[in-house]
């Protein structure tokens, strides 16, 4: 007698759905008033690591799967046509300066030609006076006076000229380093590589992805409670989380409660249909709890979160004391 694989194929999913349901039904049963459960996975900020300049990658020194931990250099984007800017800026550097210099120069020589046609207007000046010579003479040497003093203004303006030129030169010089730094692509917090989007000898624009991260160091699970639970809920309140096919408790807090109700999502499985609209609740693992245990951190695996409810929330079950090795019973900080 021949049996549809089928029909034993849906028999054996309907069997380990009723299964599941029966098992968490028991478990939310068996959990003292004060005390929600919901299901969801272990999730991590996703951080894309970009290029903000344009150019040929070099080197990528992880690969996917790799820890990477903050500050830890990725990759390198070629910088020997940036190098070659650096050097010719750090020119204009040199050749702004040597006109500062040259300007220097010229206010000393107009000081000296002032001083020199001051002395002749004084003495044209005395002699007009006393008849012995021109008015004439001593219009010319007012005259050469006065155009010494001009030249002095001149000369004292393009020194201040010329040292603003330095400092344009030397801010283009440090745009070119800094572009430079930037070839440098750096981890900017502990994580593990998701996903390697380019490879050595690629040239990507503005903005190209070069690596994906999950930032280890914001660890957490989303689950949805009802309203009549969430509002309940206090930022900071302790709280459990239990993997899938672990017997232990990790101990997390509840980072955040949103602040509007929203149709139960279609992958979150909830005990009852009493509720439709439900609450997006994320419960953190502390930091210093995922960094002492950060090899065994994977995301997307599946567990339940349970919080507590309430301004006076009953004790922890027993099976919710239970801790990893290693794991103290109450977080330290978030």
């Known amino acids: 007698m021949q049996v ?15 299964g599941y349901l029966a098992f968490f039904g028991n478990n939310e049963s068996q959990l003292p008033e004060g005390i929600i459960a919901g299901n969801g996975r272990i999730e991590a900020v996703q951080i894309d690591i970009s290029t903000k300049i344009p150019g040929r990658i070099k080197k990528i020194m992880v690969r996917e799967g790799d820890l990477v931990g903050e500050g830890q250099q990725l990759a390198l984007i070629d910088a020997a046509q940036l190098q070659a800017q650096l050097f010719r800026a750090k020119a204009d550097i040199a050749r702004a300066q040597s006109l500062v210099a040259q300007a220097k120069a010229s206010i000393a020589q107009a000081k000296a030609q002032l001083n020199l046609a001051k002395k002749e207007l004084d003495r044209a000046s005395a002699l007009v006076k006393r008849g012995h010579t021109s008015e004439q003479t001593y219009d010319i040497r007012l005259n050469q006076h006065e155009v010494a003093k001009a030249n002095l203004g001149a000369a004292e303006a393009m020194l201040v000229s010329r040292e603003r030129g330095v400092d344009a030169a030397r801010a283009g010089a440090q745009e070119i380093e800094t572009q430079i730094k930037d070839c440098i692509l750096i981890s900017p917090t502990v994580g593990r590589v998701l996903y390697r989007l380019a490879e050595p000898g690629e040239v990507l624009g503005p903005g190209g992805k070069v690596l994906t991260l999950v930032n280890l160091a914001d660890v957490y699970m989303e689950i949805f409670l009802p309203a009549i639970a969430a509002h309940r809920l206090s930022i900071g309140s302790e709280a459990r989380i239990v993997i899938d096919g672990t017997d232990f408790a990790i101990p997390a807090t509840v980072s955040f409660v949103s602040t509007q109700a929203q149709f139960t999502p279609k992958q ?66 978030s």
């Open 268 to 333: 979150v499985e909830t005990y009852t249909e009493r509720e439709k609209l439900m609450f997006r609740v994320k419960v953190r693992v502390p930091r210093e709890l995922v960094k002492k245990h950060i090899d065994l951190v994977k995301t997307g695996i599946r567990g339940v979160a349970y919080v507590r409810t309430g301004f006076d929330p009953p004790d922890w079950p027993e099976r919710l004391e239970k801790r990893f090795e290693g794991v103290p019973k109450k977080p330290s900080g």
């Open 4 to 18: 549809d694989k089928s029909i034993i194929a849906g028999g054996i999913i309907l069997a380990g759905l009723v």
